[in-house]
């Protein structure tokens, strides 16, 4: 029997941890606890909970892009801490920097400068085939994403 019982009281502490946890769900503190679980790590280290009052909850986003993707992601990131218990009802986003962020995301780098992005670089027409592309593309190869990727073809074959 002794056996048995170790176990079962290491679940009761377990259990007790889990409720004390579970009591500090209307808090900031207890959210920020699990926001790297919720938020995933990408969005985690670029994105943080600022406040907590009365179910709203503000997330500051470290980045134009960042408060892109969270505003995307708005009601999978409701549902998931909604599952986890924590009392919000509103989710606010906001740009904010409470904190030294992580800058070394490189992805997001490349993506800020991606030349297909019409909305940074704007729209022009295609020397070549003459269809309106981004201007970023143009600027770098000359010619639309299409007619590069038919130069690349010809030049294979
Ligand atoms: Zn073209």
Not at 5 to 33: F, I, V
Not at 58 to 76: E, F, T, V
Not at 129 to 156: D, H, M, T, V
Request: net charge positive; with cysteine; hydrophobic share 35%.
């Amino acid at each position: 029997m002794r056996a048995n019982q170790e176990p079962a009281s290491a679940l009761g502490s377990c259990l007790e941890g889990l409720q004390k946890t579970w009591q500090k769900k209307g808090s900031l503190a207890g959210l920020l606890n699990d926001w790297k679980v919720i938020a995933g790590p990408q969005l985690s280290s670029n994105c943080s909970p600022v406040s907590l009052q009365r179910g709203v909850l503000i997330i500051g986003a470290s980045h134009p892009q960042w408060r892109q993707a969270l505003l995307y992601n708005r009601p999978q990131l409701l549902a998931a801490l909604k599952a986890a218990g924590h009392k919000v009802r509103v989710l606010k986003i906001q740009q904010h920097h409470p904190r030294e962020y992580k800058t070394t995301d490189s992805e997001l780098k490349v993506w800020a400068r991606h030349p297909s992005r019409i909305d940074v670089h704007g729209i022009a027409k295609c020397n070549l085939c003459g269809n309106p592309s981004s201007a970023g593309e143009l600027e770098i190869w000359g010619k639309c994403c299409f007619c590069k990727q038919k130069e690349l073809k010809e030049k294979n074959n």
